[in-house]
């Protein structure tokens, strides 16, 4: 039976926040550990908890939040791309199984590249006048890892890529993409301090799931507009391929660049 008028507006509505509810429960169950050493260090009244708590949320965070966070990735994917009326423990527990080990390696690779960024900040941060002027440049590099996170999520749950593949074209699509990037940390920014600030009852409910969404959908707008230049590229060799092959007589033989390009843009069920 489907609603029509004012009653199939809130009757959408509320499909949507149950979908997304749901999808940001399991995600906050399947990261427990994490958000619950999060809430101890920031309800904890003693200086220093929060500073001494995130060496083990560090640990803790690649086997747990990130496979997690995959999983939301891969129900957000499925939204996006129109397909709305999936399941979604079976869709969240398949990704979450499916992506484990890529999710759980990418994560410790981007934990150790904020521990680096983090240690280098603090050493320059107590120099004198001229290197912490540095300290800066560090910052940047948090905001342009953070982006890079999102967009790694994004392609692994998308495109069937080799780990470091997916972590390579997260980084050079946060850079070759400047105001996407800044969009895609001003938003987020926005949800998580909304969730963290002015309404906490986000957070187990709709935080992550709005932002996993939100950073889907940038992304696929982002990688529809490099496949149009792709293939208008391939397009454009093809007809110089035939010229070519018609001045020479014969058959030109190419290297496998194009067909590589092609591999690694097919989609993931």
């Known amino acids: 039976m489907e609603f029509k008028g004012v009653m199939g507006g809130f009757y959408r509505i509320s499909e949507w926040i149950m979908r997304l509810s749901v999808i940001n429960v399991l995600w906050v169950l399947c990261s427990v550990p994490v958000f619950l050493l999060a ?8 200086e220093g908890v929060l500073l001494s708590s995130l060496p083990l949320i ?5 086997f747990t939040l990130f496979p997690a966070t995959s999983a939301m990735f891969v129900v957000a994917r499925k939204w996006v ?33 904020f521990v680096i960024i983090f240690v280098n900040y603090r050493f320059y941060l107590s120099q004198g006048n001229t290197l912490k002027l540095l300290s800066v440049l560090f910052i940047v590099f948090t905001f342009v890892i953070s982006a890079a996170l999102f967009n790694f999520f994004s392609i692994m749950v998308h495109l069937h890529m080799k780990i470091l593949q997916i972590v390579k074209n997260s980084i050079l699509l946060t850079i070759g993409n400047p105001i996407n990037s800044v969009v895609l940390i001003v938003c987020n920014g926005v949800i998580v301090y909304i969730s963290l600030f002015k309404f906490t009852f986000l957070i187990p409910f709709f935080m992550g799931s709005i932002a996993a969404t939100f950073s889907f959908w940038q992304f ?8 149009l230049k792709q293939q208008k590229l391939e397009e454009k060799q093809r007809l110089a391929d035939e010229e070519a092959s018609k001045e020479n007589g014969g058959d030109d033989d190419r290297n496998n660049d194009v067909e590589t390009t092609i591999s690694l843009s097919k989609h993931k069920e």
């Open 58 to 62: 560090a640990i803790l965070c690649p």
């Open 39 to 46: 809430l101890l260090a920031l309800t904890s009244q003693e």
């Open 220 to 227: 696929h707008r982002s990688f529809q507009k490099l496949q």
């Open 81 to 113: 791309t129109n397909e709305e009326d999936v399941p979604l423990f079976k869709t969240f527990f398949r990704g979450y199984k499916e992506n484990y080990l890529q999710s759980m390696i990418g994560g410790i690779i981007f934990i150790l590249v």
